[in-house]
């Protein structure tokens, strides 16, 4: 069965950086493309950042040029640096395996200002 978890996330300043992992296990194998979303109470999921298994990431507006999106082949893991944070960032962080339809528990991420 496959499996996505997430790591990486806790509180930092405004300002800070974080980077999260995602991790897919079971019965698939690399590459494997991954999204990025968030959520904040009350609001819809946002997608954050995507990284196909062929081609060109792609960033929300609200990240873009301070997320970076990457995969270590070697590892099997999808990281998320996530630069210059800010506030607005925090939320609930979830990996999504969108060819399988898998989800990962989420990791929260919050930024005090």
């Known amino acids: 069965q496959v499996q996505v978890m997430e790591s990486g996330g806790g509180l930092v300043q405004w300002g800070g950086s974080l980077r999260l992992s995602c991790t897919a296990s079971g019965f698939i194998s690399g590459p494997y493309a991954i999204r990025w979303y968030r959520q904040t109470p009350g609001k819809q999921y946002e997608l954050v950042a995507e990284i196909p298994r062929r081609g060109s990431t792609k960033y929300g507006d609200s990240v873009q040029g301070r997320f970076t999106i990457s995969r270590d082949n070697a590892n099997n893991t999808i990281y998320l640096q996530m630069n210059d944070l800010k506030p607005e960032d925090t939320a609930v962080y979830y990996c999504?395996?969108?060819?399988?339809?898998?989800w990962g528990q989420g990791t929260q991420v919050t930024v005090s200002s």
């Open positions: 999504n395996l969108y060819e399988f339809a898998k």
